[in-house]
């Protein structure tokens, strides 16, 4: 008779939401009595809560499983487990090529992680995508001492972007009830939290789908009203569905930060049209304007898409075009990845593989560009500072973000002379600025 698992390492890989996914599956391990490790070697147990979004993801999940796995013959580990969107999506198949991985969890059936560590879980539990979401009692484990967290207002998408598989691996948008999600950001501010991430895959559309119909701006405003809390954030809004209500509850906040993440795909009313996103470029161009005249000077992100079927040279440079006039502050950019059961897949006419590299690489040194004049209008301000912890960078004491920069993708805040620990908000006077991060003095 083997002796029970009494360790777990999790691993995250891909985007927030999995973060989240993350956290909720080590909620249910510490209630099954598994300690947290944060080593692999010291783990009786390994969760990889994998992404399945587009082929590099995949690669890298699949690379993270089999680095893993070698913990089985060197270590301690007798349960490998790959959770969330690859398993959902190819469970089947991975389970046939992947002998060294004793579980697959996909998105609806992550509660089945309590099973697979009792070992009365089937190798492959993959049942219907919508089958989950977040509730009033479902674990989440988050890191002691931490000052930021993200919060999942809803899960899966109904949007039919012609290059996306999430509605394929999460299902369609399933929005949690306001109370629900004020009690756990309430939660979560008693247990030290200071800055709440608020993210789903379409977060726009929050409340469409509930009975008791809701949106984000009521969200936005119930959560605006807890004390505890210095910072609230907004993260993927979809272009259509940001209201003036929305914008007008940011504006008059006092926790809701002038920080709007939007991510855009193109701009050209033909690619839009391809990518099947429901509105034209001139939508794109108001909602940009609308923005800036009822917010000021608010921080902007964005994402594009290069490479898409279909897309001309003509097309790629009236995207240069329109991020070089709406000046985002922060842009993401990647190449199209053909994912099957999509619109897309397999469409015409192809772009070649180096040109959506060049592409790739051009917007990015566009956005440089834009990001470094943008940071050139903070020096000299002063700025609040959420301490992440000790530098990186020689010559620098500590690392952290001011309102202006979302955790984990945008760029980093460093101070000098200054003591402060992990969660503090330091004031500080900007003094240098580069392509991404800025340097600050303590006041």
């Known amino acids: 008779m083997s002796l029970p698992l009494r360790t777990i390492h999790l691993v995250a890989l891909g985007c927030p939401k999995n973060r989240v996914d993350t956290e909720v599956l080590a909620g249910i391990a510490a209630e099954r009595g598994l300690a947290i490790v944060g080593e692999p070697e ?3 147990a390994i969760v990889v809560a994998t992404c399945g979004f587009i082929e590099s993801a995949r690669e890298e999940s699949i690379q993270a ?9 060197t270590g301690r580990c007798r349960l490998l487990v790959a959770a969330s969107c690859l398993a959902q ?15 697959f969890i996909g998105t609806g059936d992550l509660e089945r992680l309590g099973d697979a560590v009792d070992g009365t ?14 509730a009033p009692g479902t674990p ?8 930021s967290a993200y919060v999942k207002i809803a899960d899966g998408c109904s949007r039919k972007c012609a290059f ?4 394929q691996i999460k299902g369609r948008a399933r929005s949690r009830p306001v109370d629900e999600i004020a009690d756990e950001v309430r939660d979560l501010a008693r247990a030290g939290i200071r800055e709440i991430n608020l993210v789903s895959q379409d977060t726009s559309a929050y409340g469409r789908d509930l009975a008791r119909r809701a949106d984000l701006a009521t969200l936005a405003r119930e959560l605006d009203r807890i004390d505890d809390l210095e910072w609230i954030r907004l993260l993927y809004l979809y272009p259509d569905g940001v209201s003036d209500d929305l914008l007008e509850a940011i504006r008059d906040g006092d926790r809701l930060l002038p920080y709007l993440d939007v991510p855009i795909q193109h701009a050209t009313t033909t690619m839009l049209r391809r990518m099947k996103r429901g509105h034209g470029v001139a939508t794109l161009r108001r909602l940009i304007d609308r923005i800036k005249r009822v917010l000021g000077d608010p921080v902007l992100r964005t994402a594009v898409l290069v490479g898409h079927p279909g897309e001309t040279s003509a097309d790629f440079e009236e995207l240069i075009a329109f991020v070089k006039w709406a000046r985002f502050d922060h842009l993401g950019a990647f190449r199209y990845s053909d994912e099957e059961g999509t619109p897309a897949h397999g469409a015409g006419p192809t772009v070649a593989p180096r040109d959506s590299y060049n592409r790739l690489r051009r917007v990015m040194a566009v956005q440089r560009r834009v990001s470094r004049e943008r940071n050139r209008r903070l020096r000299g301000r002063l700025l609040t500072v959420l301490v992440e912890g000790p530098a990186d960078e020689e010559g620098y004491v500590l690392k952290g973000r001011y309102y202006g920069q979302a955790p984990e993708v945008d760029g980093s805040t460093y ?8 969660g503090d908000f330091v004031p500080a006077r900007v003094t240098r600025t580069g392509d991404f991060d800025i340097v600050a003095e303590p006041i």
Do not use: M, T
Request: proline share 7%; with cysteine; glycine share 6%.
């Open 42 to 44: 010291a783990a009786d």
């Open 89 to 103: 999506r190819y469970g089947d198949e991975l389970a046939r090529e992947l002998p060294e991985v004793d579980a």
């Open 415 to 422: 101070l000098v002379s200054c003591r402060a620990s992990g």
């Open 121 to 134: 879980a089937p190798r492959v539990s993959v049942g219907r995508a919508a089958s989950f979401v977040q």
């Open 164 to 167: 996306c598989a999430i509605p």
């Open 140 to 147: 989440r484990f988050v890191e002691p001492g931490a000052a």
């Open 65 to 73: 499983l089999l680095e893993l796995a070698r913990f089985k013959e």
